[in-house]
């Protein structure tokens, strides 16, 4: 085997509490560019980057929306707040002997505020951004290189994302993906696309960290 075990952790929706930030950022970007869409329909489409959400989202590019995004963002960053548990999993798993790698759609600037909310630096071997890649997800291509940032075992790692394009990459990259409800999909919507196990929150899984998917690194680590 080469490197070590390790989770790869998605950012928004996943451990912070962002995601409906995003659509407002995205909804007030649009109207920006001339373009509207309802926010049902940008919240099913968060967990991407804008290279695959714009597109998906209104049948034709935007370049002019995408650029208006960050500055939106920029305005609204300041609501974002950590979820519970979110530093102390990140701690556990870290001191456990796991490599803890953030693998985030967000640009590098957006990642470092969130680093910072969280206050878990110690605990974070690697990063990946989209700053690192050319697709975003769900192409797998953030994973594969979140794998070789943080020297992990691709057999021995699994992520933990809060979205049905989490999984889909997840699985295109042959990783295991178990997920959260806090970004806004449904238990039934997360399992049904391929998620290993859905919980509730960070805590619980937290509390289930003995007996879960990621025990299983544990023991391998």
């Not at 001339?34 to 919240?43: L, R, S, T, V, Y």
């Not at 075992?153 to 997840?170: F, M, N, P, Q, T």
């Amino acid at each position: 085997m080469t490197g070590r075990p390790g989770v790869l952790f998605d950012v928004d929706g996943t451990l912070v509490d962002t995601n409906y930030l995003h659509v407002l950022a995205w909804a007030r970007a649009l109207s920006d560019a001339g373009e509207w869409a309802p926010m049902n329909a940008i919240h099913r489409l968060v967990g991407m980057g804008g290279d695959q959400l714009v597109p998906r989202l209104l049948g034709h590019d935007s370049p002019e929306a995408s650029d208006h995004r960050s500055r939106r963002y920029q305005e609204l960053i300041g609501e974002a707040r950590p979820f519970p548990g979110a530093a102390e999993l990140l701690r556990a798993v870290h001191d456990r002997g796991l490599a803890v790698v953030l693998a985030t759609s967000s640009p590098v600037d957006e990642l470092e505020v969130t680093l910072k909310l969280l206050g878990a630096d110690a605990s974070v071997d690697a990063t990946t951004t989209k700053d690192d890649v050319e697709q975003s997800k769900p192409d797998p291509e953030v994973f594969e290189k979140a794998l070789g940032a943080g020297s992990v075992d691709r057999a021995r790692a699994l992520v933990v994302g809060d979205s049905i394009w989490d999984i889909e990459a997840a699985r295109a990259a042959g990783l295991g993906c178990v997920a959260v409800e806090s970004g806004g999909f449904s238990q039934h919507e997360l399992a049904e696309a391929g998620a290993l196990h859905v919980y509730r929150d960070l805590r619980e899984i937290l509390d289930q960290l003995q007996t879960g998917p990621l025990a299983q690194l544990l023991v391998r680590a």
